[in-house]
């Protein structure tokens, strides 16, 4: 066993005797469910709920197996373990994804139980990855870090694992269920297109609490989660939420697949009765067996005290120097650096989106790499975005030019978070079994279309986001650009929206005309922004020029000719 | 021979114990190539995929067994459809994986 010793290193949640034997006593289960359905025992049809529920899906060319990281916060030892099983029974490198996790794409059947022992080592798992229950909880990649940090959503998503893995009125929901926490002025998580959104805040004494927001979601029926109640006090925090889960597992509908969300709920009821019913509910279960203890809180917050700090200035006298050096670094340190809260500490962000590569795949060599200096620079310690990059949340400022001479010598240098080039895309036709159209061409097209860094920081921040089915893996509805990949009579065409927006100031983009072929969609991608840059104003992002002169002159610069 | 429209049809599924694409040859054999697998009429395809889907099932062989599509260009047989060609070759974004990267 090689598990993550709490102290010298960032907050990792480290498994107790509990968690650890429960872990483990689900790998055997599996590895006896697996073995009765290769002697058939079990049929395809009682098995796949199974398998799923182990994170195991039959995609195009073989399982794909979802491990989960939860928050999305993980060590470079797990992320070690990673890189081996991805060696061992893999084809040598992995998908970080929108939902924070990791996917292998050529898994076996047969190997998949000596994987998950694997995982296990390491305190990992692939539960709650897939089937219709409380999925791996996401969060804001800076967690912890961040200087507009208000409250750590790391406490309450452990706090939620710990709560949904194992509760039995959660195991067979209506469809899945997932929730967002953040706890920043800035929302990073994309809280409100979540089934549950939460805004961690404190009110005027200081105390934590919860805004919540109830009913987001992207796929076939895009929603913004609606406002439930804009405060639930911390102890009331789980008994709030099973009172939501417990009106879904009510109401929801359980006829119709494609009106299962809970964001078909609270529209179909209102959200004047659905608040009605959660009220009801929480009146009912609150008291002292759903109050959250502060004890409980405060055990599980120590899991995630803050890394030994050393006392540093505020900025860094080697950092300038490099960057006065260095006009590639410097780029770099704009643009994918990020300032901490901690005196002479930054964050970085590794792109997992080279120029032309596919968004969020990295071989096994570069996982191993980055473990590597993760241990280095981060005291051992790092997180996938749900923008598919990998985060070293606590960089020494002097450092971050060592740090990133060895990402660039990797590869993983690139400078675009948050700008063009830094595309969310699902894996689309070329793996999924359930998409329409290829999605990592598209990404590998625009990326190289838009790789120019000089180019990318005039454009600005600019997000594009691309899916190859209605599902929304790529959440195309809230990318500045969106962009849906449909089949029409066999050929691949893809719908172009705009004006999503993922941030608090949620927006679904709207569609801009008739879906164009994968040439015509990266040339009219490209008018897009000339469109753009010809008519913003000083300081104005793409959303906001968007806004200011609405859909017209974009429209008719694709579609003049028509 | 080819049903009146031209459109002939070939029987995949997923081998149960890794996943591996197959395809349903002539004499009933799953192998690992679609240059290999029969290709049948719309009237030879309707028992002939309920013979596999009984065969595969029965015997754990395979799961999710289903007829596609096939159409002749420059004389080879290919999948009409852009997914059972990616299935048969492997992702078109890296063309070191799959069975294309066996051929």
Known sequence: MNHIAPGARAGIYHYDAIDRRFVGERVEQFRKQVDRRLAGELTEEEFKPIRLMNGLYLQLHAYMLRIAVPYGVMSAVQLRKLAEIGRTYDKGYGHFTTRQNLQYNWIKLEDTPAILNALADVDMHALQT????????????????????????????????????????????????????????????????????????????????????????????????????????????????????????????????????IKILVHEL?????????????????GPKYRLDPAIVAEIRTHFAPPPFEDLPETSDALARAKAENPAFANWVAVNVAEHK???????????????????????DQMDLIADL???????????????NIVLAHVKQDELFALWQQLDAAGLGTANAGLI???????????????????????????????????????????????????????HHVGAIGILGVDKKGTEFYQITVGGDPTLTTAIGDILGPSLTEEETVDAIEAIVEVYLAHRTEGERFLDTLARVGHGPFKERIYAAD | MPSPDGTLHAITANRLRDGVVVFLAAGGAWVESFADAALLTKAEAEPALAAAKAQAEGDQFGVDVYAFEVERADGAAQPVKMRERIRALGPSVRLDLGKQAAA
Do not use: M
């Open chain 1, 270 to 286: 209102g959200l004047e009765k659905f608040k009605a019913e959660v009220e009801e509910e929480f009146a009912r279960l609150r």
């Open chain 1, 342 to 364: 901690a005196p002479g500490y930054a964050i970085a962000t590794i792109s997992l989106k080279p120029p032309g590569g596919i968004p969020g795949d990295a071989t096994c």
């Open chain 1, 421 to 475: 080039g830094d595309i969310i895309a699902c894996p689309g036709l070329d793996y999924c079994a359930l998409a329409n159209a290829r999605s990592i061409p598209l990404a590998q097209a625009l990326s190289a279309r838009f790789a120019d860094p000089v180019r990318q920081r005039t454009i600005g921040e600019l997000g594009i986001k691309i899916s190859g089915c209605i599902n929304a893996c790529g959440h």
């Open chain 1, 130 to 261: 897939s089937g219709n229950c409380v999925r791996n909880v996401t969060t804001d990649q800076f967690v912890g870090a961040a200087k507009d940090e208000v409250v750590d959503g790391r406490v309450y998503a452990e706090i939620l694992r710990q709560w949904t893995t194992l509760h039995p009125e959660f195991t067979y929901l209506p469809r899945k269920f997932k929730i967002a926490i953040s706890g920043a002025a800035s929302d990073r998580a994309a809280v409100r297109v979540h089934d549950v959104g939460l805004l961690a805040r404190r009110n005027e004494a200081g105390e934590a609490g919860f805004t919540f927001y109830v009913g987001g979601g992207l796929g076939r029926s895009p929603f913004i989660g609606k406002l439930v109640r804009e405060w639930v006090a911390e102890e009331d925090f789980v008994a709030y939420l099973e009172a939501i889960l417990r009106v879904y597992n009510q109401y929801g509908r359980r006829d119709n697949i494609y009106k299962a969300r």
């Open chain 1, 374 to 388: 993760a241990e280095r620079y981060s005291f051992g310690e790092l997180r996938v975005s749900h923008v598919q």
